[in-house]
């Protein structure tokens, strides 16, 4: 997709805000805790690149990505850490995994069987590393019994093909007031655990979630992903131990500013008939650009005003009710603060029924991303 370098709307990231939070979280961990930037999607739509060179000044010591290609994005850009794959990669590319130092998570004794056939075609002598992922309760992927992992370890024992480098689970809902599934998954962490004999350099059980509200479980390593951009993963529900900095700000400038006539509509379908005389901008962003559709009757910030979003949203246009006439040109802020007043991408969020992370990572590619300090 071709960035629009030349529209006035683009995302600005805050770096201070994406270090200071990943120290912060740093400061709270235990001596021998590593903590692996979650840069998946684009770095929930922050920039893959920017953020994990950020995330290593402040202290995080890897990555974890959802797909391997994002993990090859940063061995080409240089970085030498780690890099966990979270999702499960197909095994006919084990080789290409090994070669990249890139670690694989694993779910089944099938995989590594199938992945060993293809690091032997490949002639690959490197080790390659795996992390073997535990359904605890989450039920998307993992071993799904203890007897099912020991099978796998025991595998692992009899090869030089593969490192047994960390094992780790994921939980469901380690962001909600409601704690027994927590304690749930948590039982059935120990109870696999019970079958591992030789621990792994790597024991995860923390997203950003589990590690703000709840014990470690002797893990060593912090998955932090959306903390790392200022977010709360529980919305609202519960509180953080520190201040979490949001680091997305979304801006455009109005590009014309007319005054309807009462009786007159704005957009498609012609949902929207001024009841008098109004002052309407047009913002040049639209749903192409993930600012969603629903977000209708939603509000933008205009000189410290919140301006309503008059008529439908186009793909690449919006309007917006001004309290007065403004100039082409002026500031108009989507997400992010304005002469006092702010947006969320919670407040997005909570208008559109979803969460922070999807408004986030929705963002397209066609808006450009500023980096300030
Ligand atoms: C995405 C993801 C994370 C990061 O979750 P946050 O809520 O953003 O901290 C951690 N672990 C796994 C397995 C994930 O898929």
């Not at 391997?68 to 850490?81: K, M, S, V």
């Not at 992945?115 to 071993?143: E, N, Q, W, Y």
């Amino acid at each position: 997709m071709a960035i629009a370098k030349h529209r006035p709307s683009r995302i600005v990231i805050n770096e201070t805000a994406i270090y200071q939070n990943i120290v912060n979280e740093k400061a709270r961990l235990t001596d021998g805790t590593d903590l692996f930037m979650v840069v998946k999607a684009n770095a929930y739509g922050h920039g893959l690149i920017q953020v994990a060179a950020i995330a290593v000044r402040a202290g995080a010591t890897g990555f974890c990505v959802a797909v391997l290609d994002e993990a090859l994005a940063l061995r080409e850009a240089g970085f030498t850490q780690p890099i966990l794959v979270l999702g499960i990669t197909e095994s006919q590319n084990a080789a290409l995994l090994a070669i990249n130092h890139i670690s694989a998570t694993v779910c089944s004794l099938a995989w590594l069987k199938n992945a060993s056939l293809f690091l032997d075609a490949a002639h690959v002598k490197l080790p390659l590393a795996v992390h073997l992922g535990l359904d605890t309760g989450m039920g998307r992927i993992g071993f799904q019994t203890p007897t099912k992992l020991s099978l796998a370890l025991a595998y692992l024992k009899t090869t030089k093909q593969f490192k047994f480098e960390g094992i780790f689970t994921h939980f469901s809902k380690a962001d909600s007031t409601e704690t027994g599934y927590f304690e749930k998954q948590l039982k059935r962490w120990c109870a696999f655990m019970t079958v591992v004999t030789n621990r792994p350099k790597y024991v995860h059980v923390s997203n950003t979630a589990t590690s703000l509200w709840h014990d470690t479980c002797n893990g060593n390593l912090i998955r932090f992903g959306v903390g790392g951009y200022g977010l709360n993963p529980s919305g609202v529900d519960l509180e953080a131990p520190f201040v979490l900095q949001p680091a997305m700000r979304l801006e455009s400038r109005t590009v014309f500013v007319k005054l309807l006539k009462a009786g007159q509509s704005v957009s498609y379908g012609a949902t929207y008939t001024a009841q008098e005389d109004e002052w309407v901008a047009t913002v040049p962003i639209g749903y192409a650009d993930g600012y969603r559709r629903q977000l209708q009757g939603f509000h933008v910030l205009v000189d410290g005003h919140f301006c309503e979003i008059i008529g439908r949203i186009c793909m690449d246009q919006l309007m917006i009710r001004l309290p007065r006439q403004y100039s082409v040109g002026t500031l108009v802020t989507l997400v992010g603060k304005d002469h006092g007043q702010s947006i969320s991408l919670q407040a997005i969020a909570d208008y559109c029924g979803t969460i922070h992370y999807e408004i986030a990572c929705g963002f397209t590619d066609r808006l450009p991303r500023v980096y300030q300090n």
